[in-house]
């Protein structure tokens, strides 16, 4: 949504007065109660190391496998408070950050992971209803919009590229005047609606969902309990903790944006900031108004791109456009608020839906993701194959976890399947640099995708050389 477009002297920061700066999703009287802290000395057969989802498919799907193996999982606050309790509940199938990424980088490849993403996604649903996950799941799908006409053309021209590489099973091009039939805004001048391959929910639900479940099947959970160190320990692995000790034969590492306990993982990760607003309940009158009569989610065509969707509550969750990296890469609470997003977000949202006028935000809230240089998940192993991570998701985390999550016991257990073989799981991308060349590269990127948003998309000659090296980021 072009900031320009934004009308002069209007009153929508008023529409800020009463958010209160934290999650939605968090602020519900039902948030279970935390597990206690470990507080003496455990063994077990796996370890895993956080409680967002990558660590709880992690231990759900080992307990699946084989429910005589003994799991613990470790959480340094509480399951699902971090990124799994904070996005915006987007659940998509694919595993590479979006086809046109997985295209770019693994073109022969590409069919295998579309079918094993939807396969994960298929799978995702079932443990839903399998598990009576209480997540508000809806398998709306999701349109990205163009509100230029350059991103109209882009959309058409993806779309045929998909037809032409048998790519676009399930998507349907939109003009304008169909797209807004599904979703009305003066902006949006076409669509890429992707019926199948998103779904929504409510992601700290899902979190808790989870939680349950691997207490359920005897997973031991142990809250307010970080992981200090690792090190080997005879056959097995040893991790402290601040009271007591885990000694485990294997250990799953699923901290994603914090600090890997392996040190040499740290830099092919940094943390980007993200933000996002959360509207009142919409009347039905105010939803009439917007024509949003089949829940997808939507994101806009943009680099600087907002994505938005409806609550199970009929509130529209309104995030994105700004992602801020902190200089040296430090996760720090006080980055969880900023005022002057919330600000851009609410003007962007009244230009996006005019209809609306009067709406106002009674949330509003950020946090950290973690990124690597090609914007999706990266594996690996070490001290011999006792430990295995994953990180690096950039947002896209909900669906791709879990798969994530098959990844690493697959690599602990040593076999050789269909997704230790992807060239995605074998090879790791670039890192970043040590600073100050992160923040340089980083701030040179966002100043250069801002630019090209304004330039009907043309890339100047710092992304073009992203591009050739494999780090553009055009998503």
Known sequence: MAPGAMSRGSDWTKSLSDAQPVPYWLDDPGRPRPEPALTAAETCDLLVVGGGYSGLWTALLAKERDPQRDVVLLEGREVGWAASGRNGGFCAASLTHGLPNGLARWPDEIHTLEELGARNLDEIEKAVSRYSLDCDFERTG????????????????????MERRGLAAGVEFLDAEAVREQVDSPTFQAGLFDRRGVAMLHPAKLAWGLKRACLALGVRVYEHTPALTLKPS???????????????????????VFPNLLRRVRAYTVPVY???????????GQLASIGWKNRQGLGDSANQFHYFRLSADNRILWGGYDAIYPYGGRVRAEYDDRPETYAKL??????????????????????????????????????RGRVAYAAGYTGLGVGATR???DVMLDLLAGLATERTALEMVRRKPLPFPPEPFAWTGIALTKWSLARADARDGRRNLWLRTMDRLGLGFDS
């Open 142 to 161: 999701e349109i990205d919009v163009a509100t230029e006409a350059y991103q109209a053309r882009e959309l058409r021209d993806w779309y045929d590229e």
């Open 234 to 256: 005879g056959a097995g692995v040893a991790v402290r903790t601040p009271y007591g000790q885990v000694h485990a034969r294997g250990a799953a590492l699923a901290t994603n």
């Open 274 to 284: 993200d933000y996002a607003l959360m509207t009142e309940p919409l009347s039905a």
């Open 346 to 383: 609410a003007g962007h949202f009244f230009t996006c839906f005019p209809q609306l006028e009067g709406v106002r935000f009674t949330h509003a809230w950020g946090g950290a993701i973690d990124t690597c240089s090609r914007f999706s998940a990266f594996f690996g192993t070490a001290h």
């Open 403 to 405: 798969f994530g999550a």
